[in-house]
């Protein structure tokens, strides 16, 4: 389990949650506390992450915070609260890197709660020195999950925001990031992987599938 307060500073990773939409396709319900196999989507999240990096920091909403911290009362996690909500995952991932002192990052978002944490190491290792990494799937290049060098990454969330693009994908441009092949991410964890939980339907249909 990460432990904020004895950060492992020989492998300098941070796991990022972005958690900070306002679910509005979920009926005002935070999409984040919503339960996927008995538990919160964010949860599952952090599960992913966790073996994986040294430490956890969730960016969020102020009113957010003590429901997920009941959420993940399983885990060492430090909370990067937006001061100005409502602006965006580009704000969002730039608030979280700004909380970490890790020379790389994992970003998940909380919708995304089956990406296992075998595929996220093996974004840590093919990062190679580069400033970030994305999987491309079913001919798509996604923004998330990715791996990014922090400080790198806080400098290009800088520039989209200046720009007045709220992006992710411009981040990713920005860093140059690799991209993993349709063939190389199917063989560390499927498509299925990466179902986006947005509303009920969604959710429903990923607990069919499981």
């Known amino acids: 389990m990460a ?6 500073l020989d492998t300098g990773r941070a796991g990022i949650i972005l958690a900070g939409g ?3 396709r979920f009926g ?8 996927v196999g008995g538990q919160p989507m964010i949860h599952r999240v952090a599960a992913s992450l ?4 040294d430490e956890l920091v969730v960016n969020c909403r102020a009113e957010q915070r003590d429901s997920l911290a009941g959420a993940l009362l399983d885990f060492d996690v430090r909370f990067a609260e937006d001061a100005h909500p409502d602006r965006g995952p580009v704000f969002g991932l730039r608030t ?3 909380e970490t002192s890790a020379e790389y990052a994992a970003v998940l978002p909380t919708d995304m709660p089956l990406v296992p944490s075998g595929f996220i190491s093996h974004l840590f290792g093919r990062l190679q ?15 998330l999950p990715a ?16 720009a007045g693009d709220d992006r992710l994908q411009t981040v990713m441009s920005a860093l140059d990031a690799t991209v993993l092949d349709d063939r190389e991410v199917e063989a560390h964890a499927g498509t299925h992987a990466f179902h986006n939980v947005n509303s009920f339907d969604d959710l429903r249909a990923l607990a069919a599938r499981r």
């Open 22 to 24: 306002r679910s509005t």
């Open 147 to 162: 791996v990014v060098h922090c400080r790198a990454a806080e400098v290009a969330c800088t520039d989209t925001i200046r």
């Open 28 to 35: 005002g319900i935070d999409k984040a506390t919503a339960t």
């Open 129 to 143: 020195g580069g400033a970030g990494v994305v999987p491309r799937v079913s001919e798509t290049t996604q923004p």
């Open 96 to 98: 979280a890197l700004r």
């Open 50 to 53: 966790d073996p994986v990096v």
């Open 3 to 8: 432990d904020a307060s004895h950060p492992h």
